[in-house]
């Protein structure tokens, strides 16, 4: 009699088949958004397993992708032992961070207050910093060379270094976002950083948005990446 696994109910597992279904299935690409997943989860010490969605050979588009986030974006991720022992699967990295965080009671403060401040920070990364910064990596590094018309590039270089001055204020005295201390780490953090990493690494825009301006978001990115969970979450899916 052949046994079945509640994993067996999500199509994507018939493309990516899981090695240890007992573990959360991450489906993913060392993207800036991307990474958020796999550093939270090595942050949290939660047993995963990593499945790579090439999206420049277009997995995200496949039928079997799809039926789990059907908005087409890495990552996304399927718990098996969910709310109430029941699979969840989930997209939208905001929602993840947030699920993983209160699964394990960590990475998100536990009083009210300091909760909705991370949170807006959260939200903060997911309206501002992620779609200004792609869309600058975009005109910048990618087809946008093409457009003669600098006007969209400047738009977005603008709003970049604004975006990076707000930042740069709030963590002038602080470790992190939330304050001093390890205890003040937080999803915010997570969310934020890999996206300020890639804008000056992988896009090659420092010098466009006045990089070397901003002391406070340097020195806590550089604190950031020597995290060890950082280190490893950023090669995942390898």
């Given at each position: 009699?052949?046994?079945?696994h509640?994993?067996?109910e999500?199509?994507?597992?018939?493309?990516?088949?899981?090695?240890?279904?007992d573990?959360?299935?991450?489906?993913?690409?060392?993207t800036?958004?991307?990474?958020?997943?796999?550093?939270?989860?090595?942050?949290?010490?939660?047993?995963?397993?990593?499945?790579?969605?090439?999206?420049?050979?277009?997995?995200?588009?496949?039928?079997?992708?799809?039926?789990l986030?059907?908005?087409?974006?890495?990552?996304?991720?399927?718990?098996?032992?969910?709310?109430?022992?029941?699979?969840?699967?989930?997209?939208?990295?905001?929602?993840?961070?947030?699920?993983?965080?209160?699964?394990?009671?960590?990475?998100?403060?536990?009083d009210?207050?300091?909760?909705?401040?991370?949170?807006?920070?959260?939200?903060?990364?997911?309206?501002?910093?992620?779609?200004m910064?792609?869309?600058?990596?975009?005109?910048?590094?990618?087809?946008?060379?093409?457009?003669?018309?600098?006007?969209p590039?400047?738009?977005?270089?603008?709003?970049?270094?604004?975006?990076?001055?707000?930042?740069?204020?709030?963590?002038?005295?602080?470790?992190?976002?939330?304050?001093?201390?390890?205890?003040?780490?937080?999803?915010?953090d997570?969310?934020?950083?890999?996206?300020?990493?890639n804008?000056?690494?992988?896009?090659?825009?420092?010098?466009?948005?006045?990089?070397?301006?901003?002391?406070e978001v340097?020195?806590?990115?550089?604190?950031?990446?020597?995290?060890?969970?950082?280190?490893?979450?950023?090669?995942?899916?390898?």
């Amino acid at each position: 009699m052949s046994m079945t696994h509640p994993l067996d109910e999500f199509p994507i597992t018939r493309k990516c088949s899981p090695r240890h279904p007992d573990r959360i299935q991450l489906y993913s690409l060392a993207t800036p958004n991307g990474v958020k997943v796999s550093i939270a989860l090595e942050e949290l010490g939660l047993p995963y397993e990593a499945h790579k969605i090439d999206i420049m050979a277009g997995d995200q588009f496949t039928p079997e992708f799809l039926s789990l986030n059907p908005n087409n974006k890495i990552p996304a991720i399927i718990d098996p032992d969910g709310p109430g022992g029941q699979p969840l699967g989930l997209f939208e990295t905001g929602a993840i961070l947030v699920y993983l965080a209160d699964k394990t009671g960590r990475l998100l403060p536990s009083d009210a207050a300091d909760r909705y401040r991370a949170l807006q920070w959260l939200m903060w990364q997911m309206g501002g910093v992620g779609p200004m910064f792609g869309q600058l990596g975009f005109f910048h590094k990618f087809a946008g060379r093409e457009i003669a018309d600098p006007r969209p590039r400047e738009r977005y270089a603008k709003e970049s270094r604004r975006l990076l001055g707000v930042l740069d204020r709030q963590l002038a005295g602080h470790d992190w976002l939330l304050g001093q201390g390890e205890e003040a780490y937080s999803i915010a953090d997570i969310a934020v950083l890999p996206w300020v990493r890639n804008l000056v690494g992988f896009y090659g825009a420092a010098e466009l948005v006045g990089y070397n301006d901003f002391r406070e978001v340097q020195r806590v990115l550089a604190a950031f990446e020597a995290r060890p969970a950082v280190q490893k979450g950023l090669a995942v899916p390898a």
